[in-house]
């Protein structure tokens, strides 16, 4: 089971806290979304070939191995939509990893995205707010990651575990 499980929309920045987190902690770091680049190839062509639903099925068998491990996991912006992920999460230590319209517009410039392709951050927007009500629903503490470097939100993730006794 990992020590921490990372969630949150994407262009947050869950990556970059996930790895410093779990260097910070000595843990492995999975990110599923790299973990099914590494064996499927881009997601965008997943989407391409396969349409989201296909990707769905992809992304739901690297988040149940990811969770088997005992490291720091982050998962990608859509993996909490599906219900066996979401049941999951329940007993796990999840940061939310928030991050405002302004702050992400320069993230997710040029990022290769299939769902914020044609919409930027407009199409951003809608998908957070579609989201929202799930990612705080599976949270046990939430982190702006707006304005802010990445590695300050993750020296605040790591002072969060300290407190929760993880080392």
Known sequence: MPVLVLIGPP?????????????AVGRDFV?????????????????????EGGFRAIEREHV?????????????????LD??????LRDLRVALITVDAESVEERIQGAKRPLLASGGVAAW?????QRMP??????????????????????????????????
Do not use: C, N
């Not at 970059?16 to 779990?22: F, I, N, Q």
């Not at 949270?139 to 575990?161: I, K």
């Open 125 to 129: 927007k809608v998908l957070v707010e």
């Open 64 to 80: 149940a191995r990811a969770l088997q491990t005992d490291g720091v996991v982050t998962l990608g912006g859509g993996a909490i």
């Open 11 to 23: 262009g947050a920045g869950k990556t970059k806290v996930g790895r410093r987190v779990a260097r």
């Open 31 to 51: 990110d599923t979304d790299k973990a099914i680049v590494a064996e499927h190839g881009p997601i965008a062509d997943i989407f391409t070939a396969q349409g």
């Open 83 to 88: 219900p066996r992920t979401q049941a999951d």
């Open 134 to 167: 799930i990612y705080t629903r599976l949270a046990t503490r939430s982190f702006d990651s707006s304005g802010r470097p990445m590695s300050g939100v993750a020296a605040d993730v790591v002072a969060w575990l300290a407190e929760e006794g993880v080392s």
